[in-house]
C-alpha cells in the first residue's frame, strides 16, 4: 500500500511538471504572437513595378524599367517612417538599386507635419505621384523626367501640411546638385545625388496646391540653390546655382480629365564643360474615358509639348536640344492598383511605339 501511495504522489509530481513546462511553453507563445501582432499593426508594406516593351529606331527590346518596395512602420500615433527601395533594369550591372525615400514625418500639430530624411523634390505633377497606375504614358513623360527631373530624391528637412480646408503646403531645405554631373542632353537630371548628397550650402524647395474649385486642383512650386560636387564639396569648377519654377493643374469632371505642366528654370556657373543656361518647357495631356465596367476601363489620350534642356544656342547657331513632342496611347486599368498601357510618342519625328503594364499595391 505504502509503495501505492509512493508512486501515486511521484505520478502527479511528474504530471504537474509536465503540465507547468506545457503551460510555460504556451505562455511563450502567446507572448511571441503578441509581438509579432503588435509589429504587424504598425508595419505596411507595399511597392509598385512597371514592365515596358518599347520599339525605336528599328530596335525592340523589353525592360523591368523598375520594381520598388515600401515599408512604413508606425511608431507612435505622430511619428512615422516612409520608405522605399528601388531596383532598375531587373539587375545591378546596368542597372542600380537605391533608397527612393527613407522619411520620418513628425505630426507637430492637427495641420502640420515636420519631415526628416530623404523625401521627393515636390516639382510636377508625376514626380510626386509616379506609380504606373497614376500617370498616362508607358513611360514619365520626358518633360518631368530631364526638366523637374523625376523622380528626384533629395535629402533634407522641411514642413507640410494645410494653411486651410482649400491650400496645402511644403518647404524644405535640402541639399544641392552635383553641377559636376549636368550636361546638354540630359540637363540638370544627372546632378540629383543618390548617394552621399551634398550638404554644404542647402537649396529650397516648396509648392503650394489649392483645391478649391470642384474637380480642379491648381498648383506651384519652386527649387533655387547653389550646386556642389556631391560628397566632394563645392569648388570653383563646379559650384553654381539652379532656379526652378513650375506650374501645374489638374481636372476632371466626368469622363474626361486633363492636365498641365509647365516649368522654366536656370543654371550658371558649373564650370566650362556645360554652360550657363535657361531651361523648360511644357506639355498638356487630355483623357476620355469611353468605357468603364467596375474597376476596369478604357481611356485614349493625348499628349502635347515642348522642352529644352539647354536652350543656349550651339556655337553654329542652331538649338539641337529643343524637343517638340506629341503622343498619342491607351490606358486600361484591370483594377485600380493594374494597368495596361500603350502610346505612340513623337519628339522631332522620331517614333517611339511602347505597350507595357504596371502595378502598385499597399
Known sequence: MKKLITAAFFGCVGAVAVAGADLEERVSQLEAAADLDALTSRLTLGGYGEFHATRKNGATYGDYHRVVMYAGYQFTDSIRLNSEIELEHSKTTDGYVLLEQFAVDIDVSENNTVRLGRFLAPLG??????????????????????ILPSTWSIDGVGVVGDLSADVSYQVYAVGGLDGSSFSEGSGIRGGREAAYPGLESPSLTGRLDYFGIENLRV??????GSTDYGAKGADAMTGGEVNILSVDAEYTSGALTLNYVWAAGDHKGNGAAVAASDFGGYYMTAGYEIWRDGERAVIPFVRKGSYDTHEASTNDGSNDTEIDSTQFGLHVPLSDQFVLKADLLDEN??????????????
Do not use: W
Open 349 to 362: 519625328d522620331v517614333e517611339t511605339f511602347s505597350v507595357g503594364f504596371g502595378m502598385m499595391f499597399q
Open 219 to 224: 498648383g506651384g512650386a519652386f527649387y533655387t
Open 125 to 146: 505633377i508625376v514626380g510626386p505621384n509616379h506609380e504606373p497606375p497614376l500617370f498616362y504614358g508607358v513611360e514619365r513623360p520626358n518633360f518631368e523626367k530631364y
